[in-house]
């Protein structure tokens, strides 16, 4: 059954590659953006969405203008990575995502889906990025508070480490394929002791469908789901596979960069959630980091 989704963040990484999958299903998808937003990810379907630029417009125009939106996915985050300032952070994180759940509430939308990340799994915030940690807890929070009190189903996802072509240049996968491309005669990591659960953003979009295609169970309004593989990898293994699979010659200076004080040394998912609802990663961690390596090799190609 078509179904209106509005999508935050859509011009980012997972945010692009759900509205792609969100309109080959036939879905009518909805975004809002800011009128500066990059918008290069979805250019060739900008055709077919339907956006609304947040600094130029109320929070409820677009719940106004269509009759029903059946869902909301909120992927939209501020890391501080891109030297936010503390508010924007929990503007972003916070507010923004706070007041849409509102909106959603207020015109009826059966389901809001929070994206949230894996180093919030631990009650310390994450040493380096504690803004961003705070704000996606305390919005996480509400989010729980405001689904049970008014009946909003919410469902809080947790990402583990999300990968694929295109990624962000500093992310760990993307960065070291970019390298190993330009034939780079070393590189300098940590000790790559540390352990993550890393999943393809295609697994991650099939996760984010299927939830919007999951049947209500009135008695619990708020529910939690971490997606990820279940099985941890170290940065090291990880690393020396894609060297593997590249076939190169560069050398991986393991222990040549210090720790991050207060680094996550383990994160692993628990799918037993998600995949009572019927997801499985479609392909293995060998596979997915094969096709990534021919997707950065096509975006080298185009110059990207």
């Not at 059954?1 to 999958?21: D, E, K, N, P």
């Not at 937003?37 to 203008?65: G, H, M, V, W």
């Not at 972003?92 to 207020?106: E, G, I, M, V, Y």
């Not at 994206?115 to 310390?124: C, E, F, G």
Request: glycine share 6%; hydrophobic share 35%.
């Amino acid at each position: 059954m078509r179904q209106t989704i509005l999508v935050t963040g859509a011009t980012g990484f997972v945010g692009s590659h759900l509205v792609r999958q969100l309109l080959n299903k036939g879905d009518r998808v909805i975004i809002l953006k800011r009128s500066f937003s990059d918008t290069r990810r979805i250019e060739d379907c900008l055709s077919q969405i339907t956006a609304y630029d947040i600094d130029r417009c109320n929070i409820e125009k677009p719940f106004q203008d269509f009759e029903k939106i059946d869902a909301v996915v909120h992927t939209a985050t501020a890391t501080g990575r891109r030297q936010e300032s503390l508010i924007e952070i929990f503007e972003a994180n916070t507010a923004f995502p706070l007041s849409l759940l509102k909106a959603a509430k207020d015109y009826q939308t059966k389901t809001f889906i929070n994206t949230d990340t894996y180093v919030n799994k631990s009650k310390v915030l994450y040493e380096g990025l504690e803004s961003y940690s705070l704000s996606k807890k305390h919005f996480q929070q509400w989010g729980k508070q405001i689904a049970i009190v008014d009946r909003i189903e919410f469902f809080n996802v947790r990402l583990e480490y999300v990968f694929g072509p295109g990624d962000h240049r500093n992310k760990l996968i993307s960065y070291a394929s970019q390298q190993f491309l330009s034939n780079a005669s070393e590189l300098q990591f940590t000790s790559g002791e540390q352990q993550r659960d890393f999943i393809h953003v295609e697994d991650v979009v099939l996760a984010y469908l299927l939830l919007l295609e999951k049947e209500s169970d009135p008695s619990q309004y708020y529910q939690e789901y971490e997606v990820g593989t279940g099985k941890a990898t170290s940065l090291r293994q990880l690393l020396e596979m894609l060297k593997e699979l590249m076939q190169v010659r560069t050398e991986l200076k393991f222990g040549s960069l210090p720790q991050r004080q207060g680094e996550i040394m383990f994160s692993q998912a628990d799918t037993k959630a998600i995949e009572a609802i019927g997801w499985h990663p479609a392909k293995s961690l060998k596979e997915r980091l094969m096709e990534t390596i021919e997707g950065e090799k096509r975006l080298k190609e185009q110059g990207g």
